[in-house]
């Protein structure tokens, strides 16, 4: 079982740039989120989808925006890229929005903005 | 606000010997608890997860915590350390919905021979 698939797995980009991160999961999960992670910041949340067709703000939206056309699909666009967004991404899955259950991690995309 | 302290930025231990990393939390009610394991290059893989019951939660791997109310603590404990538990170690505490977990800031565990 694949699970969580993010994409790419790296990348260098200019800044004023726009890039769209893909995360794509195979467990029919309802809910999704972006999270970023910093040194000595830990992970913090971008955005999240509690199911198909809805998508809220985290901790740290802005600069970011999100899309759930679809259950498996959870894609997230820096529409102009800015350094302070050179990060490690993470996608995330769980099962029940409502509860807190446990999440699955994707394998990170690491964001280099020059 | 909820929130999460690890105190431990780094910790080192001798392959062997026993392990304890530290968690302090902030929370109104009983909160859900977890622990998550990164290693190099790696997602979050969940390690444990208290929601209610035995304070007591057994994980994989060989590792467990204990939940204290009373000290708003859930230490990870583990009685002899592999090697290939050198990672990062995230304690996170939430209710309400997962979008409102909180991550703490991360423990790097560096096992040496």
């Known amino acids: 079982t694949a699970g969580i698939t993010q994409a790419p797995t790296s990348q260098i980009l200019a800044a004023g740039r726009s890039m769209t991160l893909r995360c794509t999961q195979d467990?029919?999960?309802?809910?999704m989120y972006w999270y970023r992670q910093d040194l000595g910041l830990g992970l913090r949340l971008i955005h999240y989808?509690?199911?198909?067709?809805?998508?809220g703000k985290g901790e740290v939206p802005d600069g970011y925006s999100v899309s759930r056309a679809n259950t498996d699909d959870f894609p997230l666009t820096l529409a102009s890229a800015v350094p302070s967004q050179t990060s490690v991404y993470f996608c995330a899955s769980s099962d029940s929005p409502g509860e807190v259950t446990e999440a699955f991690f994707g394998q990170g995309t690491r964001l280099t903005v020059v | 606000a909820q929130s999460v302290t690890q105190p431990d930025i780094h910790i080192t231990v001798s392959e062997g010997a026993s392990l304890e990393l530290r968690c302090n939390y902030s929370y109104g009610a009983t909160p859900y608890l977890f622990w998550y394991v990164q290693s190099p290059g790696q997602g979050l893989q969940l390690l444990l997860k208290?929601?209610?019951?035995?304070?007591l939660v057994q994980g994989i791997k060989g590792f467990e915590a204990e939940f204290k109310r009373s000290q708003s603590s859930f230490n990870l404990r583990k009685p002899s350390v592999h090697w290939s538990d050198a990672a990062e170690y995230f304690c996170?505490?939430?209710?309400?919905?997962?979008?409102?977990?909180?991550f703490g800031i991360g423990t790097k565990l560096q096992v040496i021979p």
């Open positions: 989808s509690n199911t198909a067709g809805t998508t």
């Open positions: 996170a505490v939430g209710a309400e919905g997962y979008q409102k977990v909180t």
């Open positions: 208290y929601f209610s019951g035995d304070t």
């Open positions: 467990m029919r999960h309802n809910a």
